[in-house]
């Protein structure tokens, strides 16, 4: 025990947050790998773009994430808070065009529209809000409004199509936990805190969605939406 515990004293005198830092990694470098699976699926189509950058800039914010919690003390500096809201507005984006995956295949041509125009709009008020504020809760509620509307969009209403769209609304719905997660500040110990838990969660939404994209692509009933 005393060893390992000198080891983890080490670690952290080298890397300010380990745990936090090699679990961003495995988000940012899981994400990187659905990003190039999912340009080998020969599927023409737009939404299977937006989910190609709905991973890209995913995993762009995970990896400054990484860089943050590695490198910069949870002091106020100016490269530290640059670092922040660069990582806050790739995730912005990220949503955005998971939002833009969602929105593309829906079937009535004015609710695409109409949906597509809110998403755009709330990444607009998103971007200067999180340099105004400042405030993770800024960052929580663009997530928890996506969050909604995403498990609506592909929450399995019958049985068409049911297997792809339960793995992603279900992987869109247990990145609620995450929010609560980062509310209550629920940690197991001071190595694997609320950052650490959440990221877990993460992956676990990621996979699942991925997954459910990749069974799409390979359904016959795979929507054709081009416009």
């Known amino acids: ?51 190609q950058k709905f991973f890209l800039f995913l995993g762009v914010s995970t990896m400054l994430g990484a860089i943050a919690h590695s490198i910069f003390e949870r002091e106020k500096s100016t490269v530290y808070d640059s670092v922040w809201i660069s990582m806050q507005i790739f995730a912005g984006l990220s949503i955005f065009y998971a939002q ?44 928890f409004i996506a969050l909604v509307q995403l498990v609506i969009v592909f929450f399995p209403k019958n049985f068409e199509n049911w297997v792809y769209k339960a793995y992603i609304s279900f992987g869109f719905f247990i990145s609620f936990l995450t929010v609560y ?26 996979l699942l969605i991925f997954r459910g994209i990749k069974y799409q692509c390979k359904s016959d009933n795979i929507l054709q939406t081009n416009n």
Do not use: G
């Open 100 to 143: 833009a995956a969602a929105f593309r295949q829906l079937k009535n041509p004015k609710h695409r529209s109409l949906f597509l125009s809110l998403s755009l709009a709330q990444l607009l008020i998103f971007i200067p809000s999180i340099f105004y504020f400042f405030d993770f809760r800024v960052v929580a509620l663009n997530s």
């Open 1 to 51: 025990m005393p060893i390992l515990f000198d080891f983890s004293l080490n670690i952290s005198s080298l890397i300010y947050e380990p745990v936090t830092t090699l679990t961003d990694l495995l988000l940012a470098f899981s994400c990187f790998y659905f990003f190039f699976s999912i340009q080998k699926i020969e599927v023409n189509v737009i939404f299977i773009s937006h989910w």
């Open 181 to 206: 997660v980062h509310n209550q500040k629920l940690s197991f110990s001071k190595w694997f805190n609320h950052n650490d838990i959440s990221h877990l969660i993460m992956y676990l939404s990621i």
